[in-house]
């Protein structure tokens, strides 16, 4: 019975153990699950659910708490039958369980209370976070759409409001960390701190952009500035440059002045076209805005910049041609002077009182070959008057006008000294000569006539009485009287010539004074002489000469002088030798006469004394017959006296009148002559100048010919006077008239050669005109060419400027294929020219060929090779634009699909084609760089011929390029180790996933098996149960690799289907979790039965101290 009793209550306590331990394995369970709930929330769930979940879970801790009391009352049945260590471990289990659900219940309540503040701090996160991301991604849209049409004043002011917006924001961000950090202990599930990253990255990227919009705009803002003080100085520039070219004359003070006006004038314009150039580049460079407004003012200056540079190429060519005209003119200036300065070193001194005859005609040959020099460099004179007048036409300068007028008067000076000295060398010389001449002559003859007339009136004895010796020597010392009337015209010049020469004051004439005192003396002397020898000779012939015999004698004489005078009257006179020779024989009738009137005396005073004799003789027929004869005689004498007498008169008149016809018709023949030697000089065709000079002459010569015709009529006048002089001599009127004829027809033939020449000089003339106009186009043309080539050595600052370059040189070259048929013109009338112009102007023709034809090869081969350098350069210019406005377009697109994949960089799935675009991408940017060196080969091909700013100009396009391009590699490199890494975090999170997914898939098919019953064997219990424990040690293994993946998909931005797929996971994790923990538990519980109660208490424990375990490790973690 008391067995019986006692196995009742062994049963009745077996069976409340087993209700107990179930209720402490459902409890434990429930905590188990409250636990996991607590501790491992959900991640699908959002704040306000956990809040809700916490709040429900409170409730049931609370009433959880209810139910362990009154277990704990129903166990004191159980206590009272068990052992007092089974007490102990009883109350100590309830102890423990009551201590886990307090405990459970204060983190349900602080972890309520964290939620609840989690949950108010989430929802303003949130809010933080959306709006902060809106306000991002206007601002980025502020950034990435600018308006270029907005001043750059407003657009900074833009920016510095972005940058101000962007400092309030990362103050934000650092709130919003600050909560995201609070959040993450709470709800870590609910806060990506992705989020709070992506919005940093956002503002850095931003305030990135913020600093390189700040850098761009004050790149801008400096290159707006410099562009307006660019234009305010440019257009300084051109007032200056347009006020130096309004300067109507220019005054220099030399020709070094002159050269350095040119080389300012091309320094000062040459840059002119390298500051417009440089002005269009910082006008592409600036603002839009800032562009747009200067706009009207920038053309204004680039017009006006044109038209300076017409009228600057204009004024060059001006300066140049002067330069060259007056270098030209100094060196002509310079050979001329220097030949005066030989022809200065070369006048002989003035002529000495003392030198001879041979040296004064040294000296006057020197003077002619002087004058003759002179004369024949005064064409060049002319010239080189003519050139300087023309340079001072213009161009203002004294000292060149003094040189040109102080060349003309030093070398009219010294021409007008030689002439005055040659002509006063020549009279001096020419009276000297004279003189010497004649005193020779006259003083040879005076000592011959003196010995020869000593022997003639010498009479010794017997000479005395022959009549015949005395004869003789009467007709010898007439012949005496003729040769010594003869020598008074010498003897009368010779003193005239000593008086000329005694009035000259710079020569000493007291040799000739006492030379002519000598010849008056002996001249005095010789004529008193003849005086005696005449009276002694007739004294001694009437001597011995009855006066009967000499009345024979004298009618005799008288008969024969009478038919001499008739004889010569009637001869013919023709012109002035004949009359000379007629005046001749009647003077020496007249001499004849003067030496018989002594013997004339003689009969008559013969006549006159006979009577006084013996006056009462009684007179006879001889006497009667002598006297009558003798009266006859006297007769005879007298009229044949009278008759020389007034035919000598006549004749003498005559002859006066004949030589002064003579001498008129002489200077005027001696004019004609001159005029016709220097008409036919005239033919050697010299300069432009001379021919106009010779023009000059012509028409003065024209008007001299008109003068002389009163000068010819005076001469006409004389030859008719001399005709009715000549009345009755016929060939002498014949004569006059044929020598009136003669000057006639020489006037008319003179007046006839200088209109032909005058005609001849016009034609050459209007050809060196043609010539010199010819010149000048072509010096001109060649002028502007040279001026041309000499500003375009470099290629313009940008295309424009080369384009107008290139016409400009298309347009020269052009030019001179117009002008050459002018060329050709000139080459031929130089040829025409140097054929008919004396040597000097031959070889300045020839030279100034040679020199045109040269600079005109010289010119168009330049011009050609110039033109077809800068076409190619224009040609590969404009292909080098072409390129580089292909290659900043295309590095445009580029950047801005740049901005495209950035932009969608951050959507997961597109992240692949945003790497593989990228990619594709910096593929394109390396196959780029065959670009860019296509580029600088065309750059380099450009170069070659630029000067330094604009190479600069060039280049720093490239490098810009070149920066740009470098910027986007980095920029893509950047993206692209993003993209990458992005993508490799995703393949871990797919790999992580996949494996989960393996692990959870294993994990059911393991709980997919059958659940074993009560009375399954131990052993198959024993055996499942060790499965599940290994399957809960894989799930404590596997979690690791769970919150690796959770914390990847934290970070990650993970689109919205792989984010369901990950909260599915962990879903699935926590039911098979709880379920296999659950399985493990019931296994647990069915070997509890089949043991006793000792190994049920330790087994108890032992599970009991491993879940606490857990827990703690669970809380630790």
């Known amino acids: 019975m008391q067995v019986e009793d006692r196995q009742i209550r062994l049963d009745q306590a077996l069976e409340f153990q087993q209700k107990y331990q179930d209720a402490l394995q459902n409890i434990s369970s429930w905590l188990d699950l409250a636990e996991q709930k607590l501790f491992n929330p959900e991640g699908d769930r959002d704040s306000q659910d956990r809040v809700r979940e916490n709040e429900a879970l409170q409730r049931e801790i609370r009433s959880l708490q209810s139910e362990i009391s009154a277990m704990g009352r129903s166990s004191q049945d159980l206590l009272a039958s068990a052992s007092l260590e089974s007490q102990e471990l009883i109350r100590h289990s309830l102890a423990n369980l009551n201590d886990r659900v307090r405990l459970l219940e204060s983190q349900a309540q602080v972890q309520g209370d964290k939620l609840r503040q989690a949950d108010r701090q989430l929802r303003q996160y949130k809010s933080d976070v959306e709006s902060l991301q809106t306000k991002l991604n206007e601002i980025k ?81 400096s290159v707006k500035e410099q562009y307006e003080k660019m234009l305010q100085d440019y257009a300084e520039f051109l007032e200056t440059a347009s006020e130096k070219l309004k300067v109507e004359s220019i005054s220099v003070r030399d020709l070094e002045h002159l050269k350095q006006m040119l080389a300012a004038h091309k320094d000062f314009f040459s840059d002119l076209e390298v500051h417009r150039a440089m002005l269009d580049n910082l006008a592409a460079q600036t603002n839009q805005a800032a562009r747009q407004k200067h706009i009207a003012q920038h053309t204004r200056l680039n017009n006006l910049t044109y038209v300076i540079l017409d009228k600057a190429s204009l004024h060059g060519q001006k300066l140049e041609r002067l330069v060259r005209q007056w270098i030209e003119l100094a060196d002509r200036h310079r050979q001329l002077q220097s030949f005066l300065d030989d022809v200065e070193q070369q006048i002989p001194r003035p002529v000495a009182s003392n030198e001879a005859v041979v040296t004064i005609q040294e000296k006057i040959n020197t003077y002619r070959r002087l004058q003759r020099e002179l004369n024949e460099e005064r064409p060049i004179l002319f010239q080189v ?125 007291a040799g000739i004074q006492d030379r002519m005192g000598w010849v008056e003396q002996q001249w005095d002397l010789l004529q008193g002489d003849v005086t005696k020898a005449e009276e002694v000779l007739h004294q001694a012939q009437m001597d011995l000469m009855p006066s009967r015999q000499a009345l024979n004698e004298l009618g005799t004489w008288l008969d024969i002088m009478e038919i001499a005078v008739r004889d010569e009257k009637a001869k013919p006179v023709k012109n002035l030798a004949d009359i000379d020779v007629v005046l001749k024989k009647f003077k020496d009738f007249k001499i004849e006469l003067q030496s018989k009137q002594l013997t004339v005396d003689f009969v008559n005073q013969s006549v006159l004394q006979s009577p006084e004799a013996d006056i009462s003789t009684p007179v006879t027929s001889d006497q009667t017959d002598f006297a009558e004869r003798l009266g006859h005689l006297n007769k005879r004498w007298q009229g044949l006296d009278h008759d020389v007498k007034q035919t000598l008169k006549n004749l003498e008149t005559l002859h006066n009148k004949w030589q002064e016809y003579e001498r008129a018709l002489g200077r005027v023949q001696e004019w004609f002559i001159e005029q016709e030697d220097k008409v036919a000089r005239y033919h050697l065709i010299g300069h432009e100048v001379s021919v106009k000079q010779t023009i000059r002459d012509c028409k003065a010569l024209q008007e001299a010919l008109k003068s002389k015709e009163e000068e010819i009529d005076s001469v006409r006048k004389l030859g008719e006077r001399l005709v009715d002089l000549s009345y009755n001599s016929p060939n002498c009127q014949e004569s006059i008239q044929a020598s009136l004829d003669r000057l006639n027809q020489q006037w008319r033939h003179l007046a006839s050669k200088v209109q032909e020449l005058q005609n001849v000089l016009d034609d050459f003339l209007s050809q060196w005109n043609s010539y010199h106009a010819e010149l000048q186009s072509t010096n001109q043309i060649l002028s502007e060419v040279e001026y041309s080539l000499s500003r375009y050595n470099k290629v313009g600052a940008d295309l424009t400027t080369l384009t107008m370059q290139v016409d400009k040189l298309k347009s020269l070259n052009d030019e001179m294929q117009r002008g050459s048929a002018g060329f050709e013109r000139f080459v031929k009338l130089g040829t025409q020219l140097n054929q008919v ?23 168009s081969a330049e011009l050609r090779d110039r033109h077809k350098r800068f076409q190619q350069c224009h040609q590969q210019w404009q292909q080098y634009e072409e390129e580089y406005i292909r290659a900043r377009i295309w590095l445009e697109n580029k950047e801005q699909h740049f901005n495209e994949l950035a932009a969608y960089k951050d959507d997961t799935r597109r992240r692949e084609d945003c790497l593989k675009h990228s990619k594709i991408l910096m593929k394109d940017l390396d196959n780029f760089t065959s670009t860019l060196s296509q580029l600088y080969q065309l750059s380099d091909a450009v170069t070659k011929n630029m000067d330094s700013s604009s190479i600069v100009t060039i280049t720093s396009r490239q490098t810009g390029l070149e920066q740009r391009v470098l910027t986007l590699r980095q920029a893509l490199a950047k993206q692209i180790q993003t993209l990458q890494g992005d993508l490799s975090q995703k393949q871990r999170f797919k790999d992580l996933y996949s494996a989960m997914t393996i692990f959870l898939t294993n994990v059911e098919r393991t709980l997919g098996d059958e659940e074993l019953s009560k009375s399954t064997d131990p052993q198959t219990l024993r055996n499942r149960y060790d499965e599940l424990k290994n399957l809960m040690q894989q799930f404590n293994n596997q979690m690791v690799q769970l919150d690796a993946l959770n914390d990847l998909g934290y970070r990650m931005a993970l689109s919205e289907e792989t984010s369901k797929d990950l909260r599915d996971l962990n879903h699935k994790w926590q039911d098979l979790y709880a379920e296999t923990k659950e399985r493990n538990k019931t296994l647990q519980g069915l070997l509890l039965v089949q043991q006793d109660f ?17 827990l703690a490790n669970r809380d630790s973690r």
């Open 385 to 509: 008057v003519d050139k300087g007048k023309q340079l001072l036409h213009s161009l203002n300068c004294p000292i060149l006008e003094t040189e040109v007028t102080e060349l003309a008067d030093r070398f009219v000076d010294l021409n007008s000294g030689i002439s005055q000295e040659l002509k006063r060398s020549e009279t001096l010389g020419d009276q000297l000569q004279s003189f010497e001449t004649e005193a020779t002559v006259l003083m040879t003859w005076l000592s011959t006539a003196k010995a020869k007339l000593s022997g003639i009136k010498h009479l010794s004895d017997q000479d005395q009485q022959s009549i015949a010796t005395i004869r003789n020597k009467v007709d010898k010392l007439l012949e005496f009287r003729k040769e010594f009337d003869e020598q008074t015209v010498l003897k009368n010049k010779l003193l005239g010539t000593g008086r000329q020469l005694y009035q000259n004051k710079n020569y000493n004439t």
């Open 837 to 859: 112009c004396e040597a000097p102007v031959r070889q300045e023709i020839q030279n100034t060929l040679t020199d045109v034809q040269a600079r005109w090869r010289r010119m």
């Open 1094 to 1110: 000792s190994e049920k208490c330790d087994t108890w424990m032992t599970f009991l101290a491993q879940t606490e375990s857990d």
């Open 141 to 221: 849209m502020s950034l990435s759409a600018p308006n270029p049409s907005v001043p750059l004043d407003q657009l900074i002011f833009d920016v510095q409001k972005i940058d101000a917006q962007l400092k309030k924001c990362e103050g934000q961000i650092d709130e919003l960390r600050k909560i995201s950090d609070e959040l993450s202990d709470v709800v870590p599930q609910m806060v990506s701190p992705g989020e709070v990253k992506s919005l940093q990255n956002t503002v850095s990227d931003l305030k990135q952009k913020v600093m390189d919009k700040k850098a761009d705009l004050l790149q801008s803002v």
